[in-house]
């Protein structure tokens, strides 16, 4: 049987987790009957991504991302289209699209996920033509990861410290979504793009969120007042943000929204400025990825 090739793309500086003795565990622990690996170590700011088109083009048949769901996105999208799978040795702060395929975030208990090499195909989802993988969102999400990117400080409590901050200081936006079949007007804290339901750090934002539908969750979310605030998180805690007071979730293929002015969005956590107007398209069944069996 010949063996598959791995290169793994190393982000040294997502999230707290120290990974200086990673290539060791990979080779103890990667099954090497299997697999032929190479070790690399993404050095700036869009490294990762020519570090994956390298070995796209050198015909590897796997990459594997040690790093967070930025990182995962840089690698990942590159790999639209194509038949290299990606795999996620999760290594970053809320590990949002780790959590959702079930992927342990013990990196020797990732690495036998590889092992075990269970691969399937996920959608993707554009933004102004610009792909993610997991999450993406505008508002008051979009302004949390902005400041957290330029943090030099990483975990949650930075995370936390502006998800404060701005709770206090920022309002809802008037907001038109159009879509296929209906044109919706509303005002909204936040909206988020969910391809995944996970949000990072276990919290689920859109709970019917489905890697493999077809659709994109909107999760639209206006502004809690202190006293809703409790039960609006007791519902994001139990895996019902449908349920929640204040917010609604729409599901379809295909967007646009219509905002006040160009700003920022969260994409996979990473801020990025766009135009006013975001058109949103999913692209079904894009990306061929390694999961946990048990990922439905």
């Not at 539908?213 to 006293?227: A, E, M, S, Y």
Request: hydrophobic content about 40%.
């Amino acid at each position: 049987m010949n063996k598959q090739r791995i290169r793994f793309i190393i982000n040294p500086i997502s999230g707290k987790k120290h990974k200086d003795h990673l290539p060791e565990q990979i080779e103890a622990h990667l099954d090497l009957s299997r697999f032929d690996y190479e070790v690399t170590v993404s050095e700036y700011a869009g490294h990762a991504k020519l570090l994956a088109q390298e070995a796209i083009d050198a015909h590897f048949d796997i990459l594997a991302v040690a790093g967070g769901d930025g990182s995962i996105n840089e690698v990942g999208t590159r790999l639209i289209g194509t038949d290299t799978a990606l795999a996620v040795i999760p290594c970053g702060s809320g590990n949002g699209l780790s959590r959702c395929l079930n992927i342990p975030l013990d990196p020797i208990k990732a690495l036998d996920v590889i092992n075990k090499n269970y691969k399937r195909k996920i959608d993707t989802v554009e933004v102004n033509g610009v792909p993610f993988i997991s999450i993406s969102g505008t508002g008051y999400d979009a302004k949390v990861a902005d400041d957290y990117s330029k943090d030099p400080r990483r975990g949650f409590e930075t995370y936390f410290r502006y998800i404060v901050r701005n709770f206090i200081t920022m309002k809802e936006q008037p907001y038109t979504i159009v879509m296929p079949d209906e044109t919706i007007n509303v005002n909204a804290f936040f909206i988020s793009f969910a391809n995944s339901n996970q949000m990072g750090y276990d919290v689920p934002i859109s709970p019917k969120a489905s890697l493999c539908d077809g659709l994109v969750d909107l999760c639209i979310v206006q502004k809690p007042n202190p006293l809703e605030l409790p039960i609006m998180g007791g519902f994001m805690l139990d895996g019902m943000m449908d349920k929640a007071p204040k917010v609604k979730i729409i599901q379809t293929r295909e967007a646009t929204i219509i905002r006040p002015q160009a700003d920022v969005i969260n994409l996979d956590g990473e801020s990025i400025m766009m135009d006013k107007d975001l058109h949103l398209r999913v692209n079904p069944l894009s990306l061929n990825i390694i999961c946990n069996e048990t990922q439905k």
